[in-house]
């Protein structure tokens, strides 16, 4: 599923601790800036973190990357 937020709505939800937002970026990319209580999945390691680090299955989650390409490409790849 692809979707977008707006930045209010994704403020409100982080407020209210009812998202998850992971950071595909490279750690460097990371470590440089983030949003707060966000995650960082790098892209070649989402298949290994991912059952790890987001075990709620239905929980509603928000990626973020500088390439969108790139994340949909890895997220929505089964």
Same mark, same amino acid.
């Not at 930045?7 to 998202?19: A, N």
């Not at 995650?39 to 500088?66: G, H, M, R």
């Given at each position: 599923?692809?979707?977008? =937020? ?9 407020? %209210?601790?009812? =998202? ?13 800036? %983030?949003?707060?209580?966000? =995650?960082? =999945? ?26 969108? %390409?790139?994340? !949909?490409? !890895?997220?929505?790849?089964?």
């Amino acid at each position: 599923m692809e979707a977008t =937020i707006t930045t209010d709505d994704l403020k409100s939800k982080l407020d %209210h601790k009812e =998202i998850m937002v992971v950071e595909t970026l490279a750690p460097e990319r990371y470590r440089e800036a %983030h949003i707060p209580s966000a =995650i960082n =999945i790098p892209p070649e390691k989402i298949k290994e973190l991912a059952p790890k680090l987001l075990p709620v299955k239905d929980a509603e989650i928000v990626t973020y990357c500088s390439n969108t %390409h790139l994340t !949909r490409q !890895r997220i929505l790849r089964p």
